[in-house]
């Protein structure tokens, strides 16, 4: 089993940041790819951002190229998201996942372990 435990949402005006972490516990957790999915008001959840176990390899959604950056510490076995020029289409409870294909093929529907979900809204 594996435990993700999400924090650093909040409220920000556009054009601002935030970073979300996402800690994970487990006997199996730190070799298991983790990344972020996202849901919005009314939508269905989308894949966000993804990294190997130790970082080296990344993989984004098009919406967040060049705004979003994943990074991981392998000694904290925690996943960070940071988010940069906030949009208010950014608003939505973002998921932390961890699953051996995430990298692969990142499906909601195919994700072994989820994270609670952290509100992040995005004031115009």
């Known amino acids: 089993q594996v435990q993700l435990v999400e924090s650093g949402g909040g409220l920000v005006q556009a054009g601002g940041s935030l970073r979300l972490s996402c800690a994970a516990s487990g006997r199996t957790s730190s070799r298991y790819p983790m990344g972020w999915f996202r849901q919005g008001p009314g939508k269905e959840r989308e894949f966000v951002a993804a990294t190997n176990w130790n970082g080296s390899s990344t993989k984004y959604a098009d919406s967040v190229k060049g705004r979003f950056t994943i990074s991981r510490d392998i000694a904290k076995n925690t996943v960070y998201l940071q988010m940069n020029s906030l949009k208010p289409e950014d608003t939505a409870v973002y998921y932390c996942?961890?699953?051996?294909?995430?990298?692969?093929?990142?499906?909601?529907?195919?994700?072994?372990?989820w994270g609670q979900g952290i509100q992040v809204t995005v004031s115009s």
């Open positions: 996942a961890a699953d051996g294909g995430l990298l692969a093929a990142p499906v909601p529907g195919r994700v072994d372990y």
